[in-house]
């Protein structure tokens, strides 16, 4: 008969905040973004919207405001959440954050995102990049949620890490727009013909691709090659 003998679990102590020099800049550039974003949609004009609103689609305007301000509690409470001394520190507070994340943030914000999108004025390429990103950004938050109440905890932070990735590709799709602007913009008198709507959704359909899905496969990649550092640690 084999006896199992198990390993003492090896205490880990907290994660200090000058090892993860990046959470200063990153809770940084997210309350910039907020302050420059959210103030237009307060004061609920339509005016103001840095997003046409379609003609004869009254309702869109409401779906634009919820949208934004479900989406800057994601943007805002995530900062927290990915904050490696923070987690370890104030556990609890950890949990009612992440809970403000999902059902106060993502989940309301991807679902408003549906509507917004389709009623877009950035032609049918951005609208499918929108459309294909609040449906992962949904899946992967709600995924997250889940492995965390079955306490599958390796997999909640997988999923939860594509999350905050996905929530904060709202900002990173802003370094797009110009790059393309700037590369595409002597070829608006040939290629685009002169033709500003098409150079204009042309741009907006390539920055939201790009917007989302290269932090996504890069952060995937940091996934996939944390076992193999592991495992070439404990040879």
Not at 74 to 90: E, G, H, K, N, T
Not at 111 to 124: E, M, N, T
Not at 197 to 214: E, K, M, N, P, Q
Request: net charge positive.
């Amino acid at each position: 008969m084999s006896t199992v003998v198990q390993r003492p679990e090896v205490e880990r102590s907290p994660v200090r905040w000058w090892r993860r020099p990046w959470v200063g800049p990153l809770a940084l550039v997210a309350v910039m973004f907020v302050v420059y974003s959210l103030p237009p949609y307060l004061a609920l004009d339509p005016a103001l919207s840095r997003v046409q609103v379609p003609g004869g689609m009254e309702v869109h305007y409401p779906l634009l405001v919820g949208h934004v301000l479900f989406g800057t509690v994601a943007i805002l409470s995530c900062c927290f959440q990915v904050w490696p001394a923070f987690r370890a520190r104030y556990p609890r507070a950890h949990r009612l954050i992440g809970r403000a994340y999902v059902f106060a943030g993502v989940l309301p914000a991807a679902v408003l995102a549906v509507a917004v999108a389709v009623f877009a004025p950035f032609g049918p390429v951005a609208v499918a990049s929108n459309l294909t990103l609040a449906a992962v950004w949904f899946g992967c938050t709600a995924a997250g949620w889940r492995a965390g109440r079955a306490r599958r905890f390796g997999d909640h932070r997988k999923w939860m890490l594509r999350s905050f990735v996905l929530t904060i590709s709202t900002m990173t799709n802003r370094v797009w727009s110009p790059l393309w602007a700037i590369l595409l913009a002597p070829q608006l008198p040939t290629t685009f013909g002169g033709n500003m709507d098409y150079f204009i959704s042309t741009i907006a359909g390539l920055s939201t691709w790009l917007g989302w899905v290269v932090p996504l496969l890069v952060c995937q990649w940091w996934l996939d090659r944390r076992p193999r550092r592991a495992r070439g640690a404990t040879r």
